[in-house]
């Protein structure tokens, strides 16, 4: 048998973390030693700046153009009105049988479990979400929708991030969901990992090695430098408690549009033991146009990744459409010189 080290991390770390997040453009500018900065920085009222001190420590003193800070910062540009970037872009309210609850694609449900995210990822889909509107009992509303479609074989917990709440309610949940037998995975889409690692707790890994539901984590790296020892410890810690990691990015302008910078996310994930599952084209949302790459870039970037890369630290090229039966699947192919 495995003997697991103990995780140093317990509630009280990852909560602290979450209150003494950044909430302001001047602590962000002082933390970053940034006076100036070319993009005009804005207070976002409807969706504020936050973000986890550890995360923005991974940022690079002085640069205004880091990686990491791009994803985090409001920018003028959010304001301008672009054809074809809309509120809901997905119109995923024509698919949700019940408050909280979508089901688009055969065998999977996905339940938003949560109104908070440990940071607030400026191209985010959801950031027009009418979360004032949700009531927050979604995961027991999705027990009684699962017990009853007997072709469901797994439940995807979304958000906002599902680990946002506390490791209590996880457990019933997953003692719950274990006593139907249909349900073969559980699978959480989580920016916990990365944001705030510690959220990974003794207690959550316990739960998931007891459960006997196949749990798959997926968590939400854009660039290498997201990945540092503590997001490593993490993510081996699920491997250990038998939960696949799995990744997805956003191909986001200025931040991995390159292929250098998709490469190095590939091996620094690789290290984190995380596989590269997709990278999705920006979902064309009301205040992120500034963050689209077009669909031949893409396809380039991606073809590049191929030529560099093992098949296995290849992500698949995605986007997300209203109306199709599963994510839009692109072919790449590599070309001998880029
Ligand atoms: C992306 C998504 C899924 C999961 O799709 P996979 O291809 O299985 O990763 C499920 N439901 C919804 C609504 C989604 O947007
Ligand atoms: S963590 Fe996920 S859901 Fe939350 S703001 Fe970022 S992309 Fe959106």
């Not at 302008?253 to 910078?261: F, L, P, Y």
């Amino acid at each position: 048998m495995i003997h697991l080290p103990s995780l140093p991390w317990d509630d009280k770390v990852w909560q602290g973390h979450l209150r003494d997040s950044v909430k302001s453009t001047q602590e962000l500018a002082e933390m970053l030693d940034l006076s100036t900065h070319p993009l005009t920085w804005i207070n976002e009222s409807d969706f504020p700046l936050f973000v986890p001190k550890n995360f923005v420590k991974r940022m690079e003193i002085g640069n205004p153009h880091d990686p990491l800070l791009r994803q985090i910062v409001p920018i003028e540009d959010e304001l301008f009105l672009v054809d074809g970037f809309s509120a809901e872009p997905l119109n995923e309210s024509n698919y949700s049988p019940s408050s909280g609850l979508i089901q688009k694609y055969y065998g999977r449900v996905l339940v938003i479990t949560s109104s908070a995210c440990p940071v607030h990822c400026r191209y985010c889909f959801r950031r027009h979400f009418p979360y004032n509107d949700f009531r927050g009992d979604s995961l027991s509303q999705a027990l009684d929708y699962v017990s009853e479609d007997q072709s469901i074989q797994e439940v995807i917990l979304s958000g906002g991030d599902p680990l946002s709440v506390r490791d209590s309610v996880l457990e019933t949940f997953i003692q719950r969901l274990e006593q139907f037998k249909h349900i073969r995975i559980l699978r959480i889409h989580t920016r916990f990992p990365i944001m705030i690692p510690q959220r990974i707790t003794s207690r959550l890994i316990r739960c998931f090695e007891a459960s006997t539901l196949n749990i798959v984590v997926v968590v939400h790296a854009n660039h290498a430098n997201e990945i540092d020892q503590d997001v490593e410890t993490a993510c081996v810690a699920l491997l250990r408690s038998r939960v696949e990691t799995l990744n997805q990015s956003v191909l986001l302008k200025g931040v991995n549009d390159s292929h250098e910078a998709l490469v190095d996310l590939s091996y620094r994930l690789s290290d984190a033991k995380i596989s590269p599952y997709y990278l999705h084209l920006l979902d064309r949302v009301q205040g992120a146009a500034h963050f689209e790459v077009s669909e031949a870039r893409a396809k380039a970037l991606v073809g590049e990744m191929q030529r560099r890369l093992p098949g296995y630290l290849v992500p698949r090229l995605v986007r997300e459409e209203p109306g199709q039966p599963s994510k839009t699947l692109y072919e790449t192919t590599a070309v001998a010189s880029f």
